[in-house]
């Protein structure tokens, strides 16, 4: 099946500093990548939208200039979370979809994201 | 658009007993249905889908899935459950009008009993 890596698994910084995550499908060609963020025992909320050479689609309520999304391959997608403060703690994952059918996205295993 | 409602939030089974976890959508047409595993601090793992066709999908880990349309639901079985089968799942539709964007349920929480 399709794989897909996100580094680092875990990360903690410190408040004010800036954070790169990053999001690769490792074996197929991904046209679209989606980023979550997951609070703890609760479900995922997308936060943005990537597609390859184009600029990301935010959700509603979510800041764009904090949460920078690059998407600059097919294979690598990156969200840098820009001034980080401890309410950015969370679980990101990203998900990649090749566009091929059916909706399907398959998903890297997450980002711990701890802001002291 | 479309929505997912797991009616469950937490659920607490015995090992060997039968789990049926619950799984309503809301869409005009025929959606895309899918079921996720996640395990504490992991991404997610996809354990069966639904595109067309046969309503009863089968899954890894011994899981099945039935679509049944007049109800609106998705619901996923398993006959015997294994403590390892503690987790968080998660049931998602894909609409065919969405590209390839997913909504989410609440999740339903699976606790199992030794």
């Known amino acids: 099946g399709a794989v897909v890596s996100q580094h680092p698994s875990r990360v903690i910084c410190k408040s004010g500093t800036s954070v790169k995550i990053e999001c690769r499908s490792l074996d197929f060609q991904a046209t679209t990548m989606f980023w979550y963020r997951q609070f703890p025992k609760k479900s995922l909320m997308l936060m943005a939208t990537s597609n390859e050479g184009s600029k990301a689609t935010y959700e509603q309520g979510v800041e764009k200039d904090k949460f920078l999304i690059n998407h600059a391959s097919l294979t690598l997608s990156t969200l840098t979370v820009t001034s980080a403060h401890p309410e950015d703690s969370s679980f990101y994952i990203c998900?990649?979809?090749?566009?091929?059918?059916?909706?399907?996205?398959?998903f890297g295993p997450g980002t711990r994201l701890t802001v002291l | 658009a479309q929505s997912v409602t797991q009616p469950d939030i937490h659920i607490t089974v015995s090992e060997g007993a039968s789990l049926e976890l619950r799984c309503n959508y809301s869409?005009?047409?025929?959606?895309?249905l899918f079921w996720y595993v996640q395990s504490p601090g992991q991404g997610l793992q996809l354990l069966l889908k639904?595109?067309?066709?046969?309503?009863l999908v089968q899954g890894i880990k011994g899981f099945e899935a039935e679509f049944k349309r007049s109800q609106s639901s998705f619901n996923l079985r398993k006959p015997s459950v294994h403590w390892s089968d503690a987790a968080e799942y998660f049931c998602?539709?894909?609409?065919?009008?969405?590209?390839?964007?997913?909504?989410f349920g609440g999740g339903t929480r699976l606790m199992v009993k030794p």
């Open positions: 869409y005009g047409a025929t959606p895309y």
């Open positions: 639904y595109f067309s066709g046969d309503t």
């Open positions: 998602a539709v894909g609409a065919t009008d969405a590209g390839n964007m997913l909504t």
């Open positions: 998900s990649a979809a090749s566009g091929t059918a059916y909706n399907e996205q398959f």
